[in-house]
Protein backbone atom coordinates (compact mmCIF):
# COMPACT_ATOMS: atom_id res chain seq x y z
CA UNK A 1 0.00 0.00 0.00
CA UNK A 2 2.88 2.22 0.89
CA UNK A 3 3.95 1.89 -2.37
CA UNK A 4 1.16 4.28 -3.92
CA UNK A 5 3.39 7.64 -2.88
CA UNK A 6 5.84 6.79 -5.81
CA UNK A 7 2.90 7.02 -8.00
CA UNK A 8 2.09 10.49 -6.66
CA UNK A 9 2.65 13.86 -8.24
CA UNK A 10 0.68 15.98 -6.47
CA UNK A 11 2.37 18.01 -3.10
CA UNK A 12 -1.41 17.66 -1.61
CA UNK A 13 -2.57 13.89 -1.02
CA UNK A 14 -5.76 13.14 0.80
CA UNK A 15 -6.40 9.35 1.56
CA UNK A 16 -10.36 8.22 1.56
CA UNK A 17 -10.74 4.44 3.04
CA UNK A 18 -13.47 2.90 1.15
CA UNK A 19 -15.41 1.17 4.19
CA UNK A 20 -18.65 1.07 5.37
CA UNK A 21 -17.51 2.66 9.18
CA UNK A 22 -14.13 2.92 11.30
CA UNK A 23 -12.40 -0.65 12.08
CA UNK A 24 -9.27 -2.44 12.47
CA UNK A 25 -8.30 -1.48 8.80
CA UNK A 26 -9.30 2.50 8.88
CA UNK A 27 -7.64 2.93 12.61
CA UNK A 28 -4.73 0.69 12.61
CA UNK A 29 -3.94 -0.89 9.09
CA UNK A 30 -3.71 2.12 6.88
CA UNK A 31 -2.43 4.13 9.12
CA UNK A 32 0.49 2.01 9.69
CA UNK A 33 1.14 1.25 5.80
CA UNK A 34 1.10 4.37 4.92
CA UNK A 35 2.82 6.02 7.96
CA UNK A 36 -0.12 8.68 8.89
CA UNK A 37 0.56 10.75 11.89
CA UNK A 38 -2.85 11.10 12.33
CA UNK A 39 -5.23 13.59 10.17
CA UNK A 40 -2.72 15.49 9.14
CA UNK A 41 0.90 14.31 8.15
CA UNK A 42 4.06 16.29 6.91
CA UNK A 43 6.61 14.34 4.94
CA UNK A 44 9.47 16.47 2.92
CA UNK A 45 6.93 18.97 1.13
CA UNK A 46 3.93 16.44 0.86
CA UNK A 47 0.71 17.12 3.38
CA UNK A 48 -0.89 14.25 3.44
CA UNK A 49 -4.70 14.35 4.95
CA UNK A 50 -6.47 11.39 6.18
CA UNK A 51 -10.28 11.25 5.87
CA UNK A 52 -12.78 9.47 7.72
CA UNK A 53 -14.57 6.00 5.94
CA UNK A 54 -16.75 6.95 2.80
CA UNK A 55 -19.65 5.18 4.65
CA UNK A 56 -19.70 7.68 7.83
CA UNK A 57 -20.37 10.54 4.85
CA UNK A 58 -23.43 12.32 5.03
CA UNK A 59 -24.61 11.91 1.87
CA UNK A 60 -25.08 8.02 2.86
CA UNK A 61 -28.53 8.60 3.73
CA UNK A 62 -29.72 10.42 0.31
CA UNK A 63 -27.67 7.37 -1.41
CA UNK A 64 -30.00 5.07 0.68
CA UNK A 65 -33.04 6.51 0.09
CA UNK A 66 -32.53 7.22 -3.55
CA UNK A 67 -31.38 2.99 -4.23
CA UNK A 68 -34.48 1.82 -2.07
CA UNK A 69 -36.54 4.40 -4.62
CA UNK A 70 -35.07 2.95 -7.66
CA UNK A 71 -35.46 -0.34 -6.48
CA UNK A 72 -39.29 -0.51 -5.84
CA UNK A 73 -40.07 2.44 -7.95
CA UNK A 74 -43.66 2.89 -8.26
CA UNK A 75 -44.33 0.86 -4.88
CA UNK A 76 -46.39 2.94 -2.63
CA UNK A 77 -43.95 4.03 0.29
CA UNK A 78 -46.72 4.03 2.98
CA UNK A 79 -47.56 0.68 2.71
CA UNK A 80 -43.37 -0.03 2.57
CA UNK A 81 -40.79 -1.18 5.27
CA UNK A 82 -37.31 -0.60 4.38
CA UNK A 83 -34.39 -2.83 6.18
CA UNK A 84 -31.15 -2.52 6.02
CA UNK A 85 -28.43 -5.19 6.30
CA UNK A 86 -24.92 -5.13 8.28
CA UNK A 87 -23.12 -7.77 8.80
CA UNK A 88 -23.45 -7.65 12.68
CA UNK A 89 -20.69 -9.70 14.60
CA UNK A 90 -19.01 -9.73 17.72
CA UNK A 91 -15.41 -8.83 16.71
CA UNK A 92 -16.81 -5.67 15.49
CA UNK A 93 -19.28 -3.40 16.91
CA UNK A 94 -18.67 -0.32 14.36
CA UNK A 95 -20.78 -1.92 11.05
CA UNK A 96 -23.43 -2.23 13.44
CA UNK A 97 -23.76 1.14 14.70
CA UNK A 98 -23.03 2.55 11.30
CA UNK A 99 -26.22 0.85 10.21
CA UNK A 100 -28.26 1.45 13.75
CA UNK A 101 -26.91 5.40 12.84
CA UNK A 102 -28.67 5.30 9.28
CA UNK A 103 -31.75 3.45 10.65
CA UNK A 104 -32.13 6.89 12.56
CA UNK A 105 -31.42 8.98 10.27
CA UNK A 106 -33.53 7.73 7.39
CA UNK A 107 -36.55 7.38 10.10
CA UNK A 108 -35.90 10.85 11.14
CA UNK A 109 -37.18 11.96 7.28
CA UNK A 110 -40.65 10.22 7.55
CA UNK A 111 -39.51 8.51 3.99
CA UNK A 112 -40.64 5.41 5.66
CA UNK A 113 -43.34 4.58 8.17
CA UNK A 114 -40.88 1.19 9.09
CA UNK A 115 -36.95 1.72 9.04
CA UNK A 116 -35.15 -1.53 10.43
CA UNK A 117 -31.70 -2.47 11.25
CA UNK A 118 -30.66 -6.45 10.32
CA UNK A 119 -27.77 -7.92 10.39
CA UNK A 120 -26.55 -11.22 9.37
CA UNK A 121 -25.23 -13.08 12.25
CA UNK A 122 -26.75 -11.35 15.81
CA UNK A 123 -30.05 -9.85 16.39
CA UNK A 124 -32.27 -8.35 14.71
CA UNK A 125 -31.24 -11.20 12.64
CA UNK A 126 -32.42 -10.77 8.62
CA UNK A 127 -33.31 -14.01 8.00
CA UNK A 128 -36.51 -12.95 10.83
CA UNK A 129 -37.44 -10.03 8.10
CA UNK A 130 -41.42 -10.72 7.89
CA UNK A 131 -41.27 -10.89 12.09
CA UNK A 132 -39.67 -7.30 11.86
CA UNK A 133 -41.28 -6.08 9.04
CA UNK A 134 -45.14 -5.03 8.93
CA UNK A 135 -46.13 -3.73 5.82
CA UNK A 136 -46.90 -5.77 2.85
CA UNK A 137 -44.20 -4.48 0.77
CA UNK A 138 -40.55 -4.74 1.93
CA UNK A 139 -37.48 -3.35 0.75
CA UNK A 140 -33.68 -4.60 1.56
CA UNK A 141 -30.43 -2.76 0.96
CA UNK A 142 -27.31 -4.01 1.93
CA UNK A 143 -24.99 -1.58 3.77
CA UNK A 144 -21.98 -2.33 2.41
CA UNK A 145 -19.14 -1.03 0.33
CA UNK A 146 -19.59 -4.05 -2.55
CA UNK A 147 -21.39 -6.67 -3.88
CA UNK A 148 -19.50 -10.15 -2.72
CA UNK A 149 -20.72 -13.78 -1.36
CA UNK A 150 -22.43 -11.71 1.20
CA UNK A 151 -25.04 -9.98 -1.14
CA UNK A 152 -24.60 -12.32 -3.71
CA UNK A 153 -25.16 -15.48 -1.74
CA UNK A 154 -25.59 -15.16 2.04
CA UNK A 155 -28.16 -12.36 2.51
CA UNK A 156 -30.43 -13.92 -0.49
CA UNK A 157 -30.03 -17.22 1.13
CA UNK A 158 -31.12 -16.32 4.73
CA UNK A 159 -33.97 -13.91 2.77
CA UNK A 160 -35.48 -16.66 1.40
CA UNK A 161 -34.88 -15.81 -2.15
CA UNK A 162 -32.26 -18.20 -3.11
CA UNK A 163 -31.77 -22.27 -1.54
CA UNK A 164 -29.28 -23.30 0.61
CA UNK A 165 -28.04 -25.53 -1.94
CA UNK A 166 -27.65 -23.11 -4.50
CA UNK A 167 -24.55 -20.99 -5.23
CA UNK A 168 -25.28 -17.88 -6.77
CA UNK A 169 -21.85 -15.95 -5.79
CA UNK A 170 -20.76 -13.61 -8.91
CA UNK A 171 -23.93 -13.86 -10.31
CA UNK A 172 -25.84 -10.29 -10.07
CA UNK A 173 -29.20 -12.14 -11.66
CA UNK A 174 -29.96 -12.76 -7.59
CA UNK A 175 -30.43 -8.49 -8.02
CA UNK A 176 -32.98 -8.49 -11.00
CA UNK A 177 -36.19 -10.82 -9.72
CA UNK A 178 -37.87 -7.96 -8.03
CA UNK A 179 -40.28 -8.18 -6.33
CA UNK A 180 -40.14 -12.05 -4.62
CA UNK A 181 -43.57 -12.71 -3.30
CA UNK A 182 -42.30 -14.76 0.10
CA UNK A 183 -43.94 -15.24 2.98
CA UNK A 184 -47.26 -13.38 2.14
CA UNK A 185 -45.06 -10.29 1.23
CA UNK A 186 -43.45 -8.51 -1.73
CA UNK A 187 -39.88 -8.27 -1.30
CA UNK A 188 -37.94 -5.60 -3.47
CA UNK A 189 -33.62 -6.81 -2.87
CA UNK A 190 -31.22 -4.31 -3.75
CA UNK A 191 -27.44 -4.44 -4.55
CA UNK A 192 -25.05 -3.25 -2.14
CA UNK A 193 -25.23 0.75 -1.59
CA UNK A 194 -20.85 1.05 -2.38
CA UNK A 195 -22.29 -0.17 -6.05
CA UNK A 196 -24.67 3.15 -6.57
CA UNK A 197 -23.44 5.70 -9.11
CA UNK A 198 -23.27 8.60 -6.86
CA UNK A 199 -20.20 6.93 -4.77
CA UNK A 200 -17.84 8.35 -6.38
CA UNK A 201 -19.28 11.76 -5.87
CA UNK A 202 -19.27 10.64 -1.99
CA UNK A 203 -15.25 10.01 -2.26
CA UNK A 204 -14.78 13.12 -3.82
CA UNK A 205 -16.55 15.23 -1.18
CA UNK A 206 -15.09 13.58 1.54
CA UNK A 207 -11.79 14.82 0.57
CA UNK A 208 -13.57 18.18 -0.42
CA UNK A 209 -14.93 18.36 3.42
CA UNK A 210 -11.84 17.45 5.08
CA UNK A 211 -9.88 19.86 3.11
CA UNK A 212 -12.27 22.74 4.18
CA UNK A 213 -12.55 21.06 7.86
CA UNK A 214 -8.37 21.12 8.54
CA UNK A 215 -7.71 23.61 6.50
CA UNK A 216 -4.85 24.47 3.23
CA UNK A 217 -5.76 24.23 -0.56
CA UNK A 218 -6.46 21.20 -3.14
Not at 169 to 193: D, W
Request: hydrophobic share 40%; charged share 20%; aromatic share 8%.
Amino acid sequence: MREVYHMLESKEIFVVPNFISEGYFTQTVIPRELELDGVLTRRSECCIRYCPPAGSHPKMTDLLLRQASEIAAGVPREQTSLVIVGHGTKLDKNSATAVRKQVALISATGSYPQVISAYMEEPPLVSEWDQLSEHPYVVVIPFFISDGLHSYQDIPILLGIAPKTETTAGQPEVFRGNPHILRGRKLFYGSSIGTELLFADVIVDQAVRWNLKWGGGV
